[in-house]
């Protein structure tokens, strides 16, 4: 158990939807990482928010965005879903921003979109 | 160009036998740091190793071990003494310090699917 709860640990949905993931990170940790994981493309980066504030931007669709809380949870918000949106979605965390940092897993979201 | 590369899809390794599992990285940053992650039919993603780019030794972690060669730019994970627990698929990541444009999120490879045999 790595510490970093996610929820719901399955989300089916339609095509044209809005569904919010929701993580918590590792208890101290500042720093919250969006990953998406599809057959297609891999794991692939998406965001990262640092105490609060958005840190950097990966390959996250502009259909997608997140924020981290005072509390630092954080959700990931995904609209306008399609087909190609099914995938499984980690969070992970870090007790900070930097290099030699590692990065801590949830156990993901896995999204289908019918 | 691909960040990381994995060229190995999968492997058939039989149990107590050491095991290594390849990956090349390409990045013009001197300062970066590269990762192994290990993901289980569960689909959870295990964090194993890390190896600092001026990092002089290699990393070792039980039996996870990192063979470092900066100048080939590769960082093969070794494992000793494989276990049918060992049975994932295994993940090499990257995290540049500059390249990423300032972000921390990590670029990983396609991977490589171990299947430990008794």
């Known amino acids: 158990d790595s510490g970093v709860t996610q929820t719901p640990k399955h989300l089916i949905t339609a095509t044209g939807q809005r569904v919010t993931l929701r993580c918590s990170p590792r208890?101290?940790?500042?720093?919250v990482y969006w990953y998406q994981q599809s057959l297609d493309q891999g794991l692939q980066f998406l965001i990262q928010y640092y105490n609060g504030e958005e840190r950097a931007k990966g390959n996250i669709l502009e259909r997608f965005s997140a924020q981290q809380f005072p509390d630092l949870h954080s959700e990931l918000n995904l609209s306008s879903l399609e087909l190609g949106d099914s995938a499984l979605y980690f969070c992970a965390s870090s007790v900070a921003s930097g290099l030699s940092y590692e990065q801590y897993f949830g156990p993901g979201t896995r999204l289908t979109v019918t | 160009a691909q960040k990381i590369t994995q060229t190995q899809p999968g492997m058939f390794v039989q149990e107590k036998e050491a095991v290594t599992l390849d990956c090349t990285y390409d990045t013009s940053d001197q300062s970066y740091g590269l990762f192994w992650y290990k993901q289980p039919s569960s689909g959870e993603m295990i964090f194993l190793i890390y190896q600092g780019s001026y990092d002089e030794q290699n990393a070792t972690e039980g039996r996870y071990s990192l063979n470092f060669q900066k100048a080939r730019k590769s960082a093969n994970l070794v494992i000793s003494a494989s276990q049918l627990g060992d049975s994932a698929m295994y993940f090499c990541a990257m995290r540049e310090a500059y390249s990423g444009g300032g972000a921390d999120g990590l670029t990983f490879g396609k991977g490589t699917h171990l299947i430990i045999q008794p």
């Open positions: 208890s101290g940790d500042l720093s």
